[in-house]
């Protein structure tokens, strides 16, 4: 009989498609390690892909690497790719291994997944951004309300938080208005307390008669009985204190929503508690929870929820807000480390030189603040290692001229540098005041008027000029980017245009990035993500307290101007409280006017609101040239106007054609204008402190007196103690501190980009804590940069999800 016969077994066979994506893992995590320089396999990742099976051919087609190879993607795309192409092999990995099974519970395991939570709730935990298991343990409670205190019925006081204890005698359902619900009396022997529960019919079956139940929450009268409406309650066995407990503690009250009340909160964080405490693991290294004195991160999980004091609320909060500083720090000292061991930047040589023959063109004379800014710029700029710096300083302290004076010497050394800023106008603004600077005349051999170049004698070759913004016809905005491409053009300024793929720099070597608040991320990062590695300078607006710069721009050096021009004069500023104040604010314009002087009125709106009370400079221009100022000179400028309107304007107040400019904020930065010398801020209780200051700063730059009036619309509290405090005080770094204390970092930064939006325990206060958490940053990264040691294993593991599964300033 012939024998059949048989295929020899494979020595190897073929890894299953999840063991092949737990491998794709690991690699774009070592790529992750490597700063994305393409070298986590041998040959490339471009190799390595090319060999991708079939089922997984999708990462291939995955932005930004779609139409191209991973080689000739920036480090940014680079990222980005990796973060994408990372977290769907994750998720796929999750859900082929739980096709046929129950899903594992993880920290991250999303609503969906979670059976042991009420259907209806899922949707309304999801408005308050509850969405995994991790979300719940994270969800600190607001406050704390203190029940511990077990009072008799009859000593009750109208409008206190108490917990009591009785025996129900009467347990039924009954109209609670127009709808049904339960009410039950309670007796303790002293006298009989009444609870009514809206909407919770069900709840008769649970509160049997004669059954014990204590209840807590607020004591009202009704009908001259006290009545508690929808306490919290829990039947016990007995009026023994040790049945009392696990009642008498600290009751935690969540941020909610409508239709999500308290108790489905608790109810629900609980039951997580119940179903996934265990996965809560520390990965702080247990050196420094020794040396700090903090609680373990289990321990700080339970304890923030279920608190027996508010000392142990304060621990675990402390544990949880060094855990969200530490982090962000750990992140940004690492980036900053990893700047200055690469050596990829661009070395401005003699840069020292270059900026000291600038400075000697100049009209006036450098603060000594400005000089030792521009030293500290000029020490960086001479290292192969990048610049990461931000520039504060006071209102008029003069950022602007340093700004340029590294950019000339980067221009003077065969670079190119980019100037930044938020708006069109600020921008024009910007171009202008720069080639005044360098007595920049029309350059012949560009094709439009927005081109220039530079006659200043002392500078060792011309410097090409452009401006380039987003509303230029693509005719010209291609044109100039042609000769920005071929280095034409040694220095461009613009707006977030510059960050467009079709802008490519021949040899980009310095950025400077004005108002880096108001750029996104993203933005933010696009341009210092090139090969080499430009020069990256940011500049604030207005000064930053140093527990916001620590925490949010951790990863840049801070140089610092306070010292004013000599020439600045102090601005007197005044709070107009009514009708007759407003006219001698009208009446001190005239006559500042009659001493060919101009002025600037601010509003916080274009137009009118319907919902809000606020001035708006369109009604108010029709108000002012028909009325009070029908024989003046009347502008107005918002950000709605076409481009060509703005500068005409800009021309006309810079010419002194304009006596009385109406505009919005958009004069808020950038604008300099010595011949004026009143400011009226309407509606200022609209603004923040800080905007106030700056708006404050567009008078006051000549050798004349100035006025800054304060108008509100409305009378508040809070509004009016945000006017007195500029009122009082001129200095800026004073006003950021208070103007942080009262409106927080979100709002302060004027976006949600910022870091602190992702810190959802740690606040401004905690300033003790933050140096802390720092100190132990630089000491870990100083030993062990990739966290490669057992010791700090899952400290790794725990950052890569911080900044893979978001966005950071951290890249």
Request: charged share 25%.
């Amino acid at each position: 009989m012939k024998q059949m016969e048989t295929k020899p077994k494979s020595k190897n066979p073929k890894p299953d498609i999840n063991t092949l994506k737990a491998a794709l893992i690991k690699i774009i995590d070592k790529e992750s390690d490597s700063g994305f320089r393409d070298n986590a396999v041998i040959g490339g990742m471009d190799k390595f892909l090319s060999r991708t099976p079939k089922s997984l051919v999708w990462i291939r087609d995955t932005p930004p690497i779609s139409g191209t190879v991973y080689a000739a993607l920036t480090l940014y795309s680079r990222a980005k790719w990796c973060r994408t192409v990372r977290a769907k092999l994750e998720a796929s990995i999750n859900i082929d291994s739980s096709s046929n099974s129950r899903k594992t519970l993880t920290l991250d395991s999303t609503l969906p997944d979670l059976d042991f939570i009420h259907g209806p709730f899922k949707g309304k935990f999801r408005k308050i951004n509850i969405n995994s298991i991790r979300d719940f343990f994270w969800n600190a409670p607001e406050r704390y309300v203190d029940y511990s205190k077990v009072l008799k019925i009859e000593d009750l006081v109208e409008n206190s938080l108490v917990t009591v204890v009785g025996k129900i005698t009467l347990s039924e359902r009954t109209y609670i208005g127009k709808f049904v619900g339960t009410k039950i009396h309670i007796n303790d022997g002293s006298g009989t307390l009444e609870a009514v529960f809206f909407r919770q019919p069900y709840l008769q079956k649970q509160f049997r008669e004669h059954s014990i139940v204590a209840l807590s929450g607020k004591v009202v009268g009704f009908m001259g009985k006290p009545q508690m409406s929808n306490p919290e309650h829990k039947e016990v066995a007995s009026y023994k204190k040790q049945d009392l407990a696990d009642f008498r503690t600290l009751m935690p009250f969540y941020s909610s929503t409508e239709g999500l009340a308290q108790r489905s909160i608790r109810t629900s964080t609980k039951r997580v508690m119940d179903q996934a405490f265990k996965l809560v693991e520390d990965f702080v290294p247990n050196r420094i929870l020794k040396k700090l004195n903090l609680i373990s991160l289990p321990h700080a999980i339970k304890t923030i929820h279920y608190p027996k004091t508010f000392e142990e609320a304060d621990l675990a909060r402390k544990r949880l807000a060094f855990d969200e500083l530490f982090l962000y720090q750990l992140a940004a000292i690492r980036k900053k480390y990893q700047w200055r061991n690469e050596k990829t930047g661009i070395q401005i040589k003699n840069a020292k030189k270059l900026v000291e023959d600038f400075s000697s063109t100049l009209e006036f004379q450098l603060t000594n603040g400005q000089t030792n800014v521009l030293n500290e710029l000029c020490e960086d700029m001479s290292s192969e290692i990048p610049m990461g710096r931000l520039l504060q300083g006071e209102v008029g302290s003069g950022k602007t001229v340093v700004a340029l004076a590294s950019l000339v010497a980067t221009c003077q050394s065969g670079h190119q540098g980019a100037f930044m800023a938020p708006t069109e106008v600020l921008a024009e603004q910007h171009f202008i005041n720069s080639c005044k600077q360098l007595e920049a005349k029309p350059y012949v051999f560009a094709p439009n008027e927005f081109v220039k170049i530079s006659t200043l004698n002392k500078l060792k070759e011309p410097i090409t000029i452009a401006l380039l913004v987003g509303s230029f016809s693509e005719k010209v905005k291609k044109q100039i980017q042609i000769m920005i491409r071929n280095g034409l053009i040694q220095l461009v300024i613009g707006t977030h245009t510059l960050l467009q793929e079709k802008v490519e720099f021949k040899s980009l070597g310095m950025v400077i990035v004005d108002e880096q608040h108001r750029f996104g991320v993203e933005q933010r990062s696009h341009l210092s993500k090139k090969e080499p590695r430009p020069h990256l300078l940011a500049m604030s607006a207005t000064p930053i307290p140093r527990t916001l710069a620590l925490t949010v721009y951790g990863d840049l050096e801070l140089s610092t101007i306070k010292e004013l021009p000599r020439s600045r004069k102090l601005i007197t500023t005044s709070l107009v409280n009514n009708e007759s104040d407003y006219g001698n604010v009208l009446s001190r314009i005239r006559e500042e006017v009659s001493k060919g002087r101009q002025a600037f009125i601010v509003c916080p709106f274009i137009e009118p609101s319907d919902s809000i009370p606020a001035s708006a400079a369109t009604t108010e221009y029709q108000r002012l040239n028909n009325g009070d100022f029908s024989d003046l000179r009347v502008g107005l400028l918002h950000g709605l106007m076409p481009l060509y309107d703005k500068q005409k304007i800009m021309d006309e107040v810079r010419e002194k054609k304009i006596d009385v400019l109406i505009a919005t904020p958009i004069i808020e930065v950038g604008v300099d204008i010595p011949n004026a010398t009143v400011t009226v801020i309407m509606s200022a209780e609209r603004f923040g402190l800080a905007q106030l200051h700056q708006l404050r700063g567009r008078v006051g730059r000549g050798k004349f007196d100035s006025y800054c009036f304060l108008v509100p619309t409305q009378d508040s509290e809070l509004g009016h103690e945000r006017l007195q405090i500029l009122v009082q005080n001129s200095d800026g770094f004073n006003l950021s501190e208070e103007d942080l204390r009262i409106r927080g970092p979100g709002d302060y930064l004027g976006t949600k980009q910022s870091g602190w939006n992702q810190l959802k325990i740690a606040t401004i206060e905690d300033r003790v804590l933050l140096q802390m958490a720092r100190e132990e940053a630089k000491i870990i990264v100083s030993n062990d940069v990739n966290l490669r040691s057992q010791e700090n294993e899952k400290l790794n593991i725990e950052l890569k999800r911080i900044t893979q599964s978001k966005l950071t300033e951290f890249f």
